[in-house]
């Protein structure tokens, strides 16, 4: 069974950082291509930031660029976001995503609130 199950999220002050990580269990998350995407309140949700399957490339939305970076642990099957030099813009709920035999999987989603 796939299963996506985030944790990390938090209070922080503006300009701070926090790390999320996103456990993968049921499949071998290195094979697939792993996004955050993230829900501000009465916002949809927006693709944050991308690690391809092949090669380990990776994108990101223009407002995390340069702040934001997604990593992977192959060992731990685990998918990270580091986060930099945090917005109050950057509030919103955090999620993990992948498609698994052609089924979109998400996490729960991880708080992130941003405000001193």
């Known amino acids: 069974q796939v299963q996506l199950v985030e944790s990390g999220g938090g209070l922080v002050q503006p300009g701070g950082s926090l790390r999320l990580s996103c456990a993968a269990s049921g499949f071998t998350s290195s094979s697939y291509t792993m996004s955050w995407y993230r829900q501000a309140p009465g916002k949809e949700r927006e693709l944050v930031a991308s690690i391809f399957s092949r090669g380990g490339s990776t994108d990101y939305a223009d407002s995390v660029k340069g702040r934001f970076t997604i990593s992977r642990d192959n060992a731990r099957n685990t998918l990270y976001l580091q986060m930099n030099s945090l917005k109050p813009e950057d509030t919103a709920v955090y999620y993990c995503?992948?498609?698994?035999?052609?089924?979109?999987?998400w996490g729960q989603g991880t708080q992130v609130t941003v405000s001193s």
């Open positions: 995503k992948t498609v698994v035999a052609f089924r979109p999987q």
